[in-house]
């Protein structure tokens, strides 16, 4: 697991190597001014010592003092590319978010909740402000502790030692408590999600928890799932704290060794003061390195954490998308689904069985059946909206080409059982600012399903906003929108799920009329409750059990 996390944040930052090896060079040379300021230091100490004050003095304090301004100054250059680096991962987590969800296999959604996932993105924030503090501070604190211990042992061959403790102390601290931190980090994560997923429930549906008994169980499950998270949460704290456990317990040995050990050293004649107070200040340094360092770690787990839950969205397989175009395009389609058979990732038993249809351009098609018997699957297959287990499914026989999704998109439209419209204007909702439609044709397609009333009676008319799933929408006025952007382009076949079922018998019955009249040469394929589809459709499918029992015509 933590492997693939690493790898996750190696990929992530490889599109950025010249930021990253910027931020290092800037690293290493704030480092070598830092420690070069004990050295510079020792020297004034001396020169105050001997009772020499003099211009060399004065020289030595502007030197300190202007390397103490280029050390700020090199940070906020880092943090000028730091920034640039933040902005630079937002926008590719954004468009690859944007690109992926809607192109998401249908069947990898099996069992998840797209908004839930969505809400992933939000873990790209842990990653700019995590990813960028990592390299700065982790960057900056291991070129400390190298040059620091090197410097150390040009001052006795014991510092050596000191070195070697450091860097125990580090593998230990990765070796036997990284694994169980990334672990618990990922449940404690899990578990946020859970509670976030849960408010987000309660707020798209709360006026079924307005009532007290329904409130009670809105907050007693709320309470569960974030005992559940402070839990892991408690474990992941316990790894956090062991780990600074074991550096107090460094820095208290280190510093009392070193102190000892270092007064022996100037008692002894075998180190001058000004030698021995600049080791001191860079072993604060080292130390103070160390300690950022350990502290970081949460930091890393959190981002490792966040890398791994958007990698679980981006390993989603995605539909695959043409390099380009066909070069074809039919006036007719004629859809022909040889032996095509359906079941549900992880499902037992198929849903659909050796299903074999042609369906011939202008075809007017109900689809009927009891609950189960594989209407609403089979219109998804036909749409493309999910692609068979076994079997095939061809446009226009004659050219033998599988389709191509893209294309067939393109040619045409589905409205979906529970589909709504999105936030955004009911132009845009209708046409998605598309600017090959006319507004001849815009018309036309509002006319027809009787919204003109509807939206000549708002104040802004079509640039009032819908808000998520057309809330402030009667549901009869939500499914007219659909239909309108269902037929703007015109489209060669329509696919209907419960497309009618929420507008008046009346209102319908004329929509149907237009849909079905004989003018309109589309193909329609539909699956609905309302009879009268199945009065005006020149063919008629009734399926049992995953098949076709009965394909008539009038």
């Known amino acids: ?166 860097v125990m102390l580090l593998f230990g601290i990765f070796r036997f408590s990284f694994n169980s931190g990334l672990s618990t980090s990922l449940k404690e994560s899990k578990y946020k999600y859970k509670v976030v997923g849960w408010l987000q429930e309660m707020a798209r549906n709360n006026f079924s928890f307005k009532k007290a008994v329904n409130f009670d169980f809105a907050l007693s499950k709320n309470d569960r799932l974030v005992s559940e998270y402070l839990s892991y949460r408690e474990k992941h704290f316990n790894v956090i704290k062991r780990q600074f456990t074991q550096l107090i317990v460094f820095k208290i040995m280190i510093t009392a060794g070193l102190l000892l050990i270092g007064g022996y050293l100037v008692l002894n004649q075998k180190m001058n003061i000004g030698q021995f107070v600049a080791a001191e200040i860079i072993i604060l340094l080292v130390i103070n390195s160390v300690e950022k360092i350990v502290m970081g770690l949460e930091n890393l787990y959190d981002v490792l954490t966040a890398v791994e839950k958007i990698g679980q969205i981006t390993d989603l397989e995605i539909e695959e998308t043409p390099l380009k175009s066909p070069d074809y395009c039919y006036a007719n389609i004629q859809l022909d689904a040889e032996n095509i058979s359906y ?155 419960d497309a009618l079922d929420k507008v008046d018998d009346d209102t319908a019955k004329d929509i149907i009329d237009f849909i079905t009249a004989p003018e309109n040469k589309w193909t329609l394929i539909v699956s609905s409750k309302k009879d009268y589809w199945k009065q005006k459709c020149n063919r008629k499918i009734t399926m049992s059990e995953g098949k076709i029992v009965n394909d008539t015509k009038h």
């Open 1 to 166: 697991m933590e492997s693939t996390a690493m790898q996750r944040l190696i990929n992530l930052l490889k599109y950025d190597k010249k930021d990253i090896s910027q931020i290092f060079f800037y690293a290493i040379f704030a480092g070598l001014i830092s420690l070069s300021l004990p050295l510079g230091i020792q020297a004034i100490i001396n020169l105050i010592q001997s009772g020499r004050v003099s211009v060399s003095w004065i020289v030595l304090v502007v030197i300190v003092i202007v390397g103490v301004g280029l050390v700020g100054l090199l940070s906020l250059m880092q943090l000028r590319i730091t920034e640039n680096l933040q902005q630079k991962i937002f926008i590719r987590s954004s468009f690859e978010f944007g690109f992926r969800l809607p192109k998401i296999k249908t069947e990898e959604l099996y069992n998840q909740y797209p908004p839930e996932l969505a809400n992933r993105f939000f873990d790209t924030i842990t990653i700019q402000k995590g990813a960028t503090k990592l390299l700065i501070d982790f960057s900056t604190a291991l070129l400390q502790i190298t040059f620091g211990i090197i410097l150390l042992s040009l001052y006795h061959p014991f510092f050596i030692l000191f070195g070697i403790l450091l």
């Open 343 to 497: 079941k549900f990732p992880e499902a037992p038993n198929y849903v659909l069985e050796k299903i074999n249809l042609t369906i011939k351009q202008s075809d007017k098609i109900y689809l009927e059946g009891t609950n189960g018997s594989g209407k609403t699957t089979l219109i998804r297959i036909l749409s493309g909206l999910l692609q068979p287990t076994s079997g095939s499914l061809y446009s226009n026989d004659d050219t033998y080409r599988k389709i191509n999704l893209e294309h067939y998109r393109s040619q045409i439209s589905t409205i979906i059982s529970g589909e709504t419209p999105f936030e955004g204007t009911i132009l845009e909702n209708i046409t998605f600012n598309n600017p090959l439609i006319s507004q001849e044709d815009l018309k036309w397609a509002i006319d027809n399903v009787q919204l003109g009333d509807f939206i000549k009676s708002l104040p802004k008319g079509l640039d009032t906003k819908i808000f998520p799933e057309g809330k402030q929408l009667s549901s009869s006025n939500a499914q007219k929108i659909l239909l309108a952007r269902s037929i703007i382009g015109k489209p060669k076949i329509l696919f209907y799920e």
